[in-house]
């Protein structure tokens, strides 16, 4: 059957709004920040003690501050966080979580992010062990995660935990969930920003 302009136009049109998106084409997704900053993304996360803290434990505040160049680029971290004890170098994981929730302290924000179903510490929010130095970390790493597309970490939560991470050597389920990383010293939402802070820190 030979079709008419309008006909050819239609089929056209309907695969368009009935196309899937492929994964690459989900991880290409760019939001109009990404224009407005010269095609990089940032993102700011205002770090906050958890309110189900005993008396006894640290208060940690502060930041951290995401940017990435471009969807296949790999995500920078800026750590500015205060509050933990000066006389105490024991070494804190930090990792992201999976909801952006609040609601009841840390405990909401739920287990890490995992959209691969892998064992931990591959999830792309596992950035491993911190030291303090004089109660603070200052640090910089990159990160597997991403602000761009569906697997976006944008919205979920940032956790600083009390202990160590045993990074999956532990020998028993908790170590592959979570690190055996202990209680939830203080948390975060990830939002969408502007690049002011993140250049007035890293200047």
């Not at 109009?32 to 205002?46: D, I």
Request: aromatic content about 8%; proline content about 5%; hydrophobic content about 35%.
């Amino acid at each position: 059957m030979k079709m008419t302009p309008h006909t050819l136009l239609m089929v056209f049109l309907l695969s368009f709004v009935f196309h899937t998106p492929t994964l690459s084409e989900t991880l290409m997704l760019k939001p109009p920040e990404h224009n407005l900053f010269n095609g990089s993304l940032y993102a700011t996360c205002r770090m906050r003690p958890n309110n189900q803290l005993a008396s006894e434990m640290p208060r940690v505040y502060g930041h951290v501050l995401f940017k990435q160049t471009g969807p296949g680029e790999s995500l920078r971290v800026m750590f500015k966080l205060y509050g933990l004890p000066a006389s105490n170098s024991q070494y804190r994981a930090i990792h992201i979580h999976q909801y952006g929730d609040l609601s009841e302290g840390c405990t909401s924000t739920g287990g890490h992010y995992n959209p691969g179903g892998v064992d931990h510490p591959l999830h792309p929010g596992d950035f491993g062990n911190f030291i303090a130095r004089n109660g603070k970390i200052r640090r910089s790493v990159d990160s597997k995660a991403t602000l761009y597309g569906e697997l976006s970490v944008l919205g979920r939560a940032v956790v600083i935990h009390e202990k160590k991470d045993d990074m999956g050597r532990g020998g028993d389920e908790g170590s592959l969930l979570h690190g055996n990383a202990g209680g939830r010293l203080a948390c975060c939402v990830i939002g969408i920003s502007s690049n002011k802070f993140w250049n007035k820190s890293y200047h």
